[in-house]
């Protein structure tokens, strides 16, 4: 706790509520109840527990002080903040014992707004290398894997550090915390758990088959409670997804969808690129796509890790995906299909097993083989569906339908409208290639662009 001083003969009554501090010569005065909203392990915390009877003087600046103290009081830095550099706020705020109350303030996931989002800002790359994935934490902080190298930016992405791995190109990146990502390839054995302070490997979890031939990682994902690492043999005759306790040092629990291919079986040869866990329902959802001389095909299997069985099974042949993603709180399941390039939606409230899709779009569209929707991504943020097209971004929202007495259906028809994304001069541009979401931002990357963008519904600084 750093140490204050008392300064000569101005006294204090240590019995008043009211609290008088001298920071750099300049007088405040606040309240106890006002400097305990910092926590029990701050600064203020000495200050207000203290019973000295002269008034406490730090050696600080006192225009930043008033900052931190307005954020004490209101739970928001004022406006006249904006004269100042938000990494002297950090500094402060940390000498304080406050960052987290500043942290919450610039980037709480509560105050994304999906409809005032505009690119605000980009975040260099250093290298050639543009952006194969990028994986954020829920206060905002973000990781990119660009070639053999991650670069990590803190909550405020003012603070940045990059780190050289032993892969020659990461493919699969997962924020674990704000200092350690999982990081796999696909060609290159093994997961490697990345401290990105230090720089090094603190662990690397592999899979083996039958033949005890290496494994590479096709994909990773994440519960509150366990780790999932799709992995592939390195021969590719074999794959599984392995799952692991992340409150037990990542200790191997269970593995699912094992499967070793013999000859043609297509369907058992794809394995899973993209993994998602389902709040909602308490389940895993793994994807995978195969391209072949008759088209795209793939399936989407929602597993049950408990029993280790698959709940729910879709065989993507005609316009199958390509990407897919659940939102929780939408109760529902969206793609891009491949050909058409068209955004579907099936209800998981109301699966129907034969037909689940709706088209959002052009139903009438036809099929001609151009694959409109190639590299197309789709991601879900709260209540928000957000789809890439070429350079564009689509947001895709419900519209609420109030209310009808006598319904025939206990699940009425669901409607969702379209919005393009941005001001005009943040449209168009290179093919959009990974879009994640951290705190109150949303991070793009391009291809063949060594950048990441940043997408900010809230202009503090």
Excluded at 138 to 164: M, N
Excluded at 225 to 252: A, G, K, Q, W
């Amino acid at each position: 706790m750093p140490p204050f001083a008392g300064s000569n003969g101005i006294h204090h009554d240590s019995s008043s509520n009211i609290v008088t501090i001298d920071v750099g010569g300049q007088l405040f005065q606040t309240t106890k109840q006002t400097l305990s909203l910092a926590g029990s392990k701050s600064f203020f915390s000495k200050i207000s527990n203290s019973d000295h009877t002269f008034i406490p003087f730090v050696d600080r600046d006192p225009e930043l002080f008033s900052i931190l103290l307005s954020l004490l009081r209101t739970g928001n830095l004022p406006s006249k903040a904006k004269a100042f550099d938000i990494q002297d706020l950090i500094f402060e705020s940390q000498f304080y014992g406050i960052e987290h109350l500043l942290l919450n303030s610039q980037s709480n996931p509560s105050q994304f707004d999906a409809f005032n989002l505009e690119k605000s800002s980009v975040l260099p790359l250093s290298g050639r290398d543009s952006p194969a994935a990028i994986s954020t934490t829920p206060c905002g902080s973000l990781h990119v894997a660009h070639g053999s190298k991650v670069t990590s930016f803190d909550w405020s992405l003012q603070r940045k550090s990059t780190i050289l791995t032993q892969f020659m190109a990461i493919d699969s990146l997962l924020a674990l915390s704000p200092a350690v990502a999982a990081a796999g390839a696909t060609d290159f054995s093994g997961l490697q758990i990345l401290d990105l302070d230090k720089g090094f490997v603190k662990d690397t979890l592999n899979w083996e088959n039958v033949t005890r031939s290496g494994s590479t990682v096709q994909a990773i994902g994440t519960s509150p409670e366990h780790l999932f690492t799709s992995f592939e043999s390195s021969r590719r005759n074999s794959n599984c997804i392995m799952v692991y306790d992340l409150n037990d040092n990542l200790r191997p629990v269970s593995k699912i969808g094992h499967y070793e291919i013999f000859g043609a079986d297509l369907d058992s040869a794809i394995p899973a690129t993209k993994l998602q866990w389902v709040e909602s329902h308490n389940l895993l959802m793994a994807s995978g796509s195969h391209s072949g001389p008759s088209g795209v095909s793939g399936n989407i299997k929602f597993w049950d890790i408990r029993s280790g069985n698959v709940v729910w099974e879709l065989k993507e042949k005609v316009d199958c995906f390509s990407d897919v993603t659940v939102s929780n709180v939408l109760g529902a399941m969206f793609k891009v299909g491949v050909n058409t390039g068209e955004v579907f939606f099936a209800d998981l409230r109301n699966m129907d097993a034969d037909h689940p899709w709706v088209c959002l779009g052009d139903g009438r569209k036809v099929i001609n083989g151009k694959k409109e929707g190639f590299g197309c991504k789709v991601e879900s943020q709260g209540n928000q569906v957000f789809c890439s097209q070429g350079g564009n971004l689509e947001l895709w929202s419900e519209i609420l339908i109030g209310p009808v007495e006598n319904r025939e259906s206990d699940f009425p028809e669901r409607v969702f409208r379209k919005n393009l994304m941005g001001r005009a001069k943040d449209m168009g541009g290179n093919r959009i290639t990974n879009v994640n979401f951290g705190g109150s931002k949303m991070f793009v990357t391009r291809k063949d662009q060594q950048c990441v963008e940043v997408w900010s519904s809230v202009r503090s600084f």
